[in-house]
């Protein structure tokens, strides 16, 4: 029952009936509410409010609503009272009050905001749309950064004699096999079956064998396999605490051995490990002070693993600067790793200046090493990279085939993230691929391994109903498991279910966790939410300070919606000091991203010259965009550029419409047939039967909206 087409409300009277109630209001003493005002003034009010019903607009609203009261008054009533002026029915006194506080704001120079109440309608559409997806992948990228199955048996003779234990292979004074790294024909020949050519596949069961046999001889390359094997599902069922055995038992035979005898790659290999929390708690201090080692011995994979944690700040103080020179000496090693990464630096110009030239020259040396080294390993890390790159097209030219060949390959090993991003592929309706059922296989097998992106995939599909029935139980499960990786998007959904109230129960406490969580973990969009209900204090106590830093957080992300809240905040000055020149400068980095809300306030902010000199071609370029975006605010301005300079009665006597339009609304909840409410009881039963017993259907009996 919203207004229909409730735009701009231009009326001369009701201007004038503002005006009069504004001057009138300045020397009224107590308070500006309807209940306490002398009877003149009372009389002002409801002349604006009944004008207001005679807009066309308003005048069908109300008589629809006046229809369904009726409706319900019939069950009562056998004669209907005579129907009300708008402003006499109590239902919509509220009214009253806002044509009250709209009369108070005229002639103030007080700044006022319209049209922007779709702000978070807007918001959830472009969460949904944009964003998630390809940030998300670069936040899995880290994860991939310390579990990269790097060239490593480059460093490895056949020979093992210099990483032995000075007594040699055989057995200790207790009987136990000698800690040793040794690539020997059986730990070559497990390798071989594990990692397949491309026309053999993996034989895991041949493979447990051989590693078991060689890790009882001491090999601490054969239990971090063992480790892997369980970790992955290799050919067994998934076991987290064996593989953790496997993986502590070969972090400790790596130390044994370097004990003994100092060596830079055992150094990498134990530093790998408390990097990525192999057999040990994570412990990025412990991995840098490894890794620091081993790089001062020119070790090349130490050297890029050691610019990581300087990127990410993990273990050691950020410094980009430190990061670009060990990837670059890394690099110069023909370390293909590095020199991705040294190419994602040149192309975003973080530690260095933006080079276009030679991102796209390290690009191609990475693709084209990654293949080298994927020819002669069968690696699936090396096939999950090159599936990567050849699906966007970076360092070669995009493939589409190509790179759903090697995540198949990939993901046949049990990498999640091939099987992940094979999901993701066979979704997509323009990849040439879409298959829906291939889709969920993939997404299931990578969620079971505990993927969080492919939990969060399919966290949506169920939410959403796409492509598998809607499960909103199995839809908060794994959101819930997603989150708990950390999954910034997967907390910010989940929040978002929680506090919407819709197919979910409504909890904010649960809600806040989440939103919490994300933002913490910089989610824009979780920022934005949370600082939202801090400054609206309805759902959580009121919290400005924590707002505005939430708002800011969003923002510097270039968040158009925190920015543009930022630019009100500022610009008012009620709830933080009045700063005109942080909300200008917010206002433009909103417009420039095309909020047609924050175009308009520039606009008028300009045209009218009162918080910032007048400057009416500034003014006409902001509306204009604005209203191109059909802001019928930005429009009227427009229209009238030169009519006068305070459009305050204009604006006044719209918002009047557009608050009449939400009051219509709630109303119409509160009736039987109105959406999202239903008649008690007993009051549908009475209907049902005065309607049957008027000739109408059994079934006939519900009230029915037709407009």
Not at 343 to 354: M, P, S, W
Not at 548 to 561: D, G, H, I, P
Request: glycine share 6%.
């Amino acid at each position: 029952m919203a207004l229909k087409q409730s735009g701009a409300c231009e009326n001369p009277f009701i201007e004038d009936l503002l005006s009069r109630l504004a001057e009138r209001l300045k020397y009224t003493k107590g308070k500006k509410q309807y209940g306490y005002l002398k009877a003149p003034l009372k009389s002002i009010v409801d002349q604006i409010v009944d004008e207001l019903a005679k807009d066309p607009r308003v005048a069908e609203a109300y008589a629809k609503w006046y229809e369904l009261r009726n409706e319900v008054q019939r069950t009562y009533k056998d004669k209907l009272p005579d129907q009300l002026s708008l402003s006499q029915q109590k239902e919509f006194k509220s009214i009253k009050n806002m044509v009250i506080a709209e009369a108070m704001n005229i002639g103030g120079h007080h700044f006022t905001f319209e049209g922007d109440e779709n702000d978070d309608e807007l918001y959830e559409e472009t969460v949904s749309a944009t964003e998630e997806s390809d940030s998300a992948l670069k936040a899995e990228e880290q994860f991939l950064v310390l579990n990269e199955r790097l060239d490593e048996d480059e460093d490895i003779p056949y020979f093992a004699s210099e990483y032995l234990s000075s007594t040699d292979l055989g057995q200790d004074d207790s009987g136990e096999p000698h800690p040793h790294i040794t690539w020997s024909d059986r730990y070559k020949e497990a390798r071989t079956f594990l990692y397949d050519s491309d026309d053999m596949e993996p034989d895991f069961e041949r493979v447990l064998c051989l590693f078991l046999e060689e890790a009882e001889t001491g090999n601490a390359l054969a239990m971090h396999d063992l480790g892997r094997m369980y970790s992955d599902g290799l050919g067994v069922e998934i076991d987290k605490d064996l593989s953790f055995s496997w993986y502590n038992k070969a972090l400790a035979a790596f130390l044994d051995i370097e004990t003994e005898k100092e060596n830079r790659y055992v150094e990498y290999r134990i530093g790998k490990m408390y990097a990525a929390g192999l057999g040990t708690e994570q412990d990025y201090e412990e991995a840098a002070g490894w890794f620091d080692m081993a790089v001062s011995q020119n070790h090349k994979y130490a050297q890029y693993s050691l610019a990581g944690l300087f990127y990410r700040g993990q273990g050691v103080d950020q410094d980009f600067k430190t990061a670009f020179d060990l990837y670059r000496r890394s690099a110069r090693q023909r370390v293909p790793y590095a020199s991705y990464e040294l190419a994602k630096i040149y192309r975003d110009g973080v530690g260095t200046a933006k080079n276009a030239e030679k991102a796209e020259l390290h690009f191609e040396e990475a693709f084209i090493c990654f293949q080298r080294l994927e020819e002669r390993s069968h690696d699936d890390k090396l096939q999950y990279r090159l599936g990567q790159m050849l699906y966007t097209g970076t360092g070669t030219e995009k493939d589409v085939s190509a790179a759903v060949a090697c995540f198949e390959k990939a993901a046949r090993l049990g990498n999640v993230h091939a099987q992940y991003m094979l999901g993701k592929i066979y979704l997509d309706a323009d990849s040439g691929y879409e298959n829906a059922e291939k889709a969920i296989l993939w997404l299931t097998i990578a969620a079971d391994s505990g993927s969080s992106l492919a939990q969060y995939a399919l966290a949506k599909l169920h939410r959403d109903g796409s492509h598998v029935e809607k499960n909103m139980e199995k839809a908060v499960s794994l959101f819930t498991m997603a989150a708990k990786q950390n999954n910034q998007y997967a907390a910010y959904a989940l929040g978002s279910l929680y506090l919407a109230d819709i197919d979910t129960p409504k909890d904010v406490e649960a809600a806040v966790k989440w939103l919490t969580v994300s933002a913490d973990l910089g989610n824009q969009f979780a920022q934005y939410a949370l600082a939202k209900l801090y400054l609206a204090g309805e759902d959580v106590p009121k919290d400005i300070p924590r707002a505005v830093e939430l708002f800011t957080k969003s923002a510097s992300q270039n968040n158009s919606f925190a920015q543009y809240q930022l630019g009100k905040l500022y610009l008012l000055g009620e709830d933080v000091p009045k700063n005109v020149e942080d909300a200008v400068k917010w206002l433009i980095a909103s417009a420039e991203q095309g909020s047609q809300y924050a175009q308009y306030v520039l606009g008028k902010l300009y045209l009218m010259g009162h918080e910032v000199p007048r400057d009416r071609e500034a003014a006409v370029r902001w509306l204009t965009l604005s209203a191109e975006q059909e802001n019928i605010y930005a429009r009227f301005f427009l229209d009238h550029l030169d009519s006068f300079r305070d459009p305050s009665l204009f604006l006044a006597a719209t918002r009047l419409l557009h608050h009449l339009s939400r009051i219509f609304r709630e109303e119409q909840r509160k009736l039987p047939g109105g959406p999202g409410m239903q008649a008690d009881s007993k009051l549908r039963r009475r209907l049902r039967q005065k309607k049957i017993a008027q000739g109408h259907a059994p079934d006939d009996h519900e009230l029915k909206q037709t407009y």
